[in-house]
């Protein structure tokens, strides 16, 4: 897989994959069909595992060639040795967690650095459904109140504030727009989905 092809099928995934240096070792956690590492396999020469739960992606990351361990994320990271891989990725996959602090805490623990993405609650569109009295539904949250996966709702001051209380120091935050493009103005109103590049704070 290509650049493109990336672009073509997930441009939020083609956005973050340039954080992501060539050559390196990489956790990717909720991996989905295993298209990110895909890419990153392909084109950036990476190495590493995907991290898995849903039976139906197990086969389709296999098919692209990926290594994965179909587990839950809630049990832990205790087969992976500590900074074991150079980044760990969590990408839209964090609000689907019930205990964010402790798999944030082992994120820190098995990586240099870490990648993480999540719906942004607080943007504008989400705000307006529930100024009608509506949940919102996005490209970043599709799902009915009844179906989601979604148990955690965050804005990016709330994971800020999180990510400094578990020990990570963030890099970098970027807000996506729907259609994976970065935004600089107002980008907690204007931002579907929050972007955070992070790596444990060094002691004082």
């Known amino acids: ?40 396999q392909s ?22 060639g990926v290594s994965v361990i179909q587990q839950d994320l809630e049990a832990g990271l205790a087969i992976f040795a500590n900074e074991s891989f ?5 990408l839209s996959a964090l609000q689907m967690i019930k205990d964010v602090k402790d798999v944030l805490r082992d994120i820190a ?5 870490a990648i993480v993405s999540f719906p942004n609650f607080a943007y504008w569109q989400h705000r ?3 100024l009608q009295g509506r949940m919102p539904i996005s490209k970043s949250l599709p799902y009915q109140w ?18 400094n209380e578990v020990g ?19 980008p907690t109103w204007r931002g579907s ?6 790596r444990k704070k060094t002691p004082a």
């Open 86 to 90: 150079d980044t760990v990725l969590c």
């Open 128 to 130: 307006m459904s529930l």
């Open 146 to 163: 009844y179906d989601t996966p979604n148990l955690r709702c965050a804005t990016i001051p709330d994971f800020e504030e999180l990510a």
């Open 43 to 64: 084109d950036k020469q990476c190495s590493g595992y995907g991290v898995e739960i849903i039976d139906q992606k197990i086969p389709l990351c296999i098919a692209r």
């Open 1 to 40: 897989m290509n650049f493109d092809d990336l672009l073509a099928q997930r441009p939020d995934l083609a956005f973050i994959a340039h954080w992501v240096r060539e050559g390196s070792s990489v956790l990717d956690l909720g991996c989905g069909d295993g298209v990110m590492l895909d890419y990153l």
């Open 168 to 186: 990570l120091e963030v890099l970098e935050c970027v807000s996506l727009d729907e259609a994976g493009r970065p935004v600089t103005f107002l």
């Open 193 to 198: 989905l929050a972007v955070f590049r992070l």
């Open 109 to 113: 623990r098995v990586g240099r650095e």
